[in-house]
């Protein structure tokens, strides 16, 4: 089955770091590109960032950009999102997203189950 | 920033069709995707490229992009369609979703 695992969610003050995971199966990793996608509790989604398949070439939202890094090793069919100088409005469940195949502009045709990040003191 | 606006919420009842609109500035020249989010549950893709269905998705899902609206089209809405559905699009290399409308059949 194509499967994508998010993990490394959890509580983090305001200011610190966490590192989230996304572990792929079931489909050829290293050459599907990927995002991140959040969703604050009760509120809409939001892209944060994505990567291409040799993780080269990156973009971000203009909210996280400085702060988060997104990066890929294709030897662990693993993508990652880390989260610098956290804040509070950061809290949201984050979605690992894949992109799908073999069509002409970005759609996220695979959806992990998403990692829950609360920011609080 | 680019900016997608949807209605907050659309009702319709079971058999009809339900339209639900995305605005955004030139939309019609951007390509548009649709998203469906049950309650507790991770987004599914129902419409990319403005009007392909995924593998899976219902004939009855279908949708079209032109001037400044995209709208998503539920024919014959069953109730398993009530949902959260989200629009989304691109802005150069940035991802850009629309605030989501919630679908009430009753």
């Known amino acids: 089955d194509v499967q994508l695992v998010e993990s490394g969610g959890g509580l983090v003050q305001p200011g610190g770091s966490l590192r989230l995971s996304c572990a792929a199966s079931g489909f050829t990793f290293s050459t599907s590109w990927m995002h991140w996608v959040r969703q604050a509790p009760g509120k809409g989604l939001v892209w944060v960032s994505r990567?291409?398949?040799?993780?080269?070439?990156?973009s971000y939202a203009d909210s996280v950009k400085g702060r988060f890094t997104i990066s890929r090793d294709n030897a662990k069919n693993t993508l990652y999102l880390q989260m610098n100088s956290v804040r509070a409005e950061d809290t949201a469940v984050y979605y690992c997203?894949?992109?799908?195949?073999?069509?002409?502009?970005?759609?996220?045709?695979?959806w992990g189950q998403g990692t829950m990040v609360t920011v609080s003191s | 920033s680019y900016e997608l606006t949807q209605p907050p919420s659309v009702s319709v009842s079971p058999g009809q069709t339900a339209n639900i609109t995305c605005s955004g500035d030139k939309l019609g020249d951007r390509y548009a995707c649709w998203y469906q989010q049950k309650p507790g549950q991770s987004p599914v893709l129902v419409i990319y490229?403005?009007?392909k269905r995924p593998l899976g998705i219902p004939e009855r899902f279908s949708g079209s992009n032109s001037g400044n609206t995209a709208t998503l089209t539920i024919s014959g809405t069953q109730a398993m369609d009530e949902a959260d559905y989200y629009c989304q699009a691109w802005d150069s290399s940035t991802g850009v979703f629309g605030g989501g409308t919630k679908l009430t059949v009753l």
């Open positions: 990567i291409n398949s040799d993780g080269r070439s990156t």
């Open positions: 997203a894949r992109d799908a195949p073999q069509v002409v502009v970005h759609a996220f045709d695979i």
């Open positions: 490229q403005d009007n």
